[in-house]
């Protein structure tokens, strides 16, 4: 066993786990679930069957990773957010069959307490503040914000706010890594320094 898992951890036969992942308190991490390496799964979480996780993902307490959902890798997900699977639920009527896709590519932060609606993609290096509600497709490097939430900004691969409108054509460089960015209409570009 290349990772390690604390005595109550739950991992079904099946699972595949890459080297170097921690796996705390009360996890449980379904048989077809797929994780990369250097991942940690903090306090009380939950991964499904139909999970792909990559490499150095951050899944913070009490957070349920249902089917269909793709974490790429860098993503974190911060204490107490909500995936959802099915766009419709009703108790009586099983609906496993409709399913939608969530992917959050490279570098994505969903804040704590957010909730990502099935059927999104969350662009690379964007960020979903706390308590936000995504019901739509995020662009890359969008600060996210509200309930829907609604774009309010741009963030930096170094996670700080970049002083940028949110549409137009702009640019400004980052002060932490001298990486430039350029926004042309609604979509950012970043050239390393």
Known sequence: MDYQAHETAIIDAGASIGKGSRIWHWVHISAGA??????????????????????????????????????????????????????????????????????????????????????????????????AVINRDVAPYALMAGVPARQIGWMSEYGERLDLPTEGKAETICPHTQNRYILIGNRLEQKQA
């Open 34 to 131: 797929v994780i990369g390496e250097a991942c940690s799964f903090g306090q009380n979480v939950f991964v499904g069957n139909q999970v792909r996780i990559g490499n150095n993902v951050k899944v913070q307490n009490n957070v349920s990773v249902y089917d269909n959902v793709t974490l790429e890798d860098d993503v974190f997900c911060g204490p107490s957010m909500v995936f959802t699977n099915v766009y419709n639920p009703r108790s009586a009527i099983s609906r496993k069959d409709e399913y939608r896709n969530t992917l959050v590519k490279k570098g994505a932060t969903l804040g704590a307490n957010c909730t990502i609606i099935c059927g999104t993609t969350i662009g690379e290096y964007a960020f979903v503040a706390a308590g």
